[in-house]
């Protein structure tokens, strides 16, 4: 799309009504104070400077030339703003984007009318901001969000405990240990940091409190009441995400107040995204803010309340710039009807049903998982799933016979088994893969369940030990056709590490095969549609890099010793934004070490490095946020170091024991 005149006003200052100011960059349509626009609210604590501004500046200045003003601004505590974040989600920070609403509402180049939107922080927060009812608030588009905070999103799954929460709160200690700019916050950037750094939470030191669903992780999860949720939203997400889900448990919790996208995406805005083909988000956004911020007729209503792409068997690669397949509608979404398989006496997966071949026992090796790829999947290279035959040598399996003709499904698989267990609790995962002719595995979809978590996440309950319990996994949605020639498996295992952590007791399970049923959705009646692609193939703005930048993962088995090791270095290199000349740099180094056979050996580290300069100003953080654990506890620590020019002005640590709560 043609960008059109506009202005940006790179230093607005929003003052709320305790006092804190709140940096605010907007982007403002030509003519705005003579005739107000609509405008568009995300709310993020990544910094709209030295942060987000490739994206921002990628759709905020389209939006400005459809007669939408756009304001980027910074939560609480980060970026430029004032203060000091103080959790996430919190009923503060849900208070502060109300009062910015009533603040864009009362402006004189706003309408009145006030949509919001973003990607995972963001694309959270304006569900919840819109769950609070704020009356300028329109409509929301929601991108690689959640509904359940629980359930969906990088915390725990299902009562398993996911490597990538301590990786998340090490990422968000490091970010916000970064100093504000004195380019934009004059100088008082140094007490404004000094605050920060003494006041700012480590994250997971809260998180680990709350293992099971209580009312903390109900807080913010608007599936609580989606009877009460009042506006449109346009749900977003991809497949090759964590977030694959929320589309789904969207369209079925609000009805006719949703409508879902779904592309093959990684964790990124549908018009820069890999693996191709990528959306035109800025012609959706824009016919749904139209609709809905200015009451234009365009029929977005009526648009189809599920669009999903379906992956037409793409192979596990090194990188994937693009995945075959087609888009598909369903107008009105229901629970899908379902093709159910079991096991046979010759320990087939088929549509036919069978005996199964009795009671069979399973302990995986503790480090199957390491081709299980990300949780938070940013590149699509090692960070989405690999080759399943490596995880699959430790697991037990299930596979159908060559497909005589194609299997296409979208939505949530389910299985329901008999299992026994000797210990109080395990961990059960299961895996649908698409065996390509040549043997090559490819993951459709997974699920993982605490047994303790059998009858729900509230109240989670030791196993009885030695006894016959029927289980439910609900794996994560998919789409994807299963071409002729091709085969079905299941994979079950008791480990998926380091995606999950393991439990405390390795007992291993007792699996009832002729209690196997394995239940898919089928796709049923719909359309095959085209989903426009975006105008413009490259939208990031190009900055100038003085160090290039550098990405390893690898796994390191010891095959004396016995311990696996999976680790992750990423430099970003060192950048600059030519239009204010800041420059940035983050290194990050992960390491996941288990030893086979010993649960209790698990551990992870996660060290940070954050450089942002000036031409004269030079500041670093560094951080460092670990996690063990004893049969009985959980062990956190971190650390943070801050640094102005080579001078270390700064220190602090954490520390946090907290009791596993079946987990």
Known sequence: MLQSAHTVIENEWITLKDGTRLAARIWMPEGAAVSPVPAVL????????????????????????????????????????????????????????????????????????????????????????AALRPSALKA?????????????????????????????????????????????????????????????????????????RDAFWKHGSICEDFNGFPIPALVIAGWADGYRNTPVKAVEGLGGKAKALIGPWVHKYPHFAWPKPRADFHGEAIAWWNRWLRDEPNSLEDLPQMRAYILDGPLPAL??????????????????????????????LTAEGGTGVGEVYIRSPLDTGTAAGEWFTLKPDAEMAGDQRIDDAGSLVFETKPLEAERVYLGQPELKLEVRCEGEWANLVARIIDVHPDGTAMRVAYGVLNLAHREGNAEPRAMEKGERTTVTVVLDACGYRFAPGHRIRLSLSTAYWPLILPAPEDPGLTIDTASL?????????????????????????????????????SVERDLVGGTTRYRIYEDTGLSEHPANHLSTR????????????????????????????????????????????????????ASVTAYEEDRQIFHKTYEKRAERDFM
């Open 42 to 129: 995300e709310f993020l604590p990544y910094r709209k400077r030295g942060g987000t501004d490739p994206r921002d500046e990628s759709t905020y200045p389209v939006f400005a030339a459809a007669d939408i003003a756009g304001v980027r601004v910074d939560i609480r505590g980060s970026g430029e703003s004032e203060g000091v974040i103080d959790g996430e989600y919190t009923p503060r920070e849900l208070s502060d984007a109300c009062e910015i609403i009533e603040w864009i509402a009362g402006q004189p180049w706003c309408s009145g009318n006030v949509g919001m939107m973003g990607i995972s922080w963001g694309g959270f927060n304006c569900l919840q901001v």
């Open 140 to 212: 929301v588009i929601s991108i690689a969000s959640t509904v359940d905070r629980y359930n969906d999103d990088i915390h725990y799954k299902n009562g398993c405990h996911l490597s990538a929460q301590l990786s998340w709160a090490a990422t968000m200690l490091a970010f916000q240990s970064r100093s504000p700019d004195p380019g934009i916050v004059g100088e008082r950037w140094r007490e404004m940091w000094l605050e920060r750094l003494e006041n700012e939470p480590f994250l997971m030191e809260e998180w680990i409190g709350h293992q099971r």
């Open 319 to 348: 990188r994937r710039e693009q995945d075959p397949g087609y888009w598909v509608a369903k107008q009105e979404w229901a629970k899908p009807e379902s093709e159910t398989f079991g096991v046979d006496a010759c320990g087939a």
């Open 517 to 553: 049923l394995l239940t898919l959705p089928l796709l049923g009646a719909h359309k095959k549609i085209t989903v426009p692609e975006p105008e413009n193939p490259d939208p990031l703005p190009d900055y100038i890099d003085h160090l290039p930048g550098e990405t390893r993962r």
């Open 586 to 637: 983050v290194i990050r180094d992960e390491l996941w070490s288990l030893k086979l056979g010993d649960p209790l050996s698990m551990s992870g580290s996660c060290s940070w490095a954050c450089y942002l300069q000036r031409s004269g100003w030079s500041v670093r953080t560094e951080t460092k946020s670990q996690l063990s654990c004893t049969a009985s506890e959980w062990l956190v620590t």
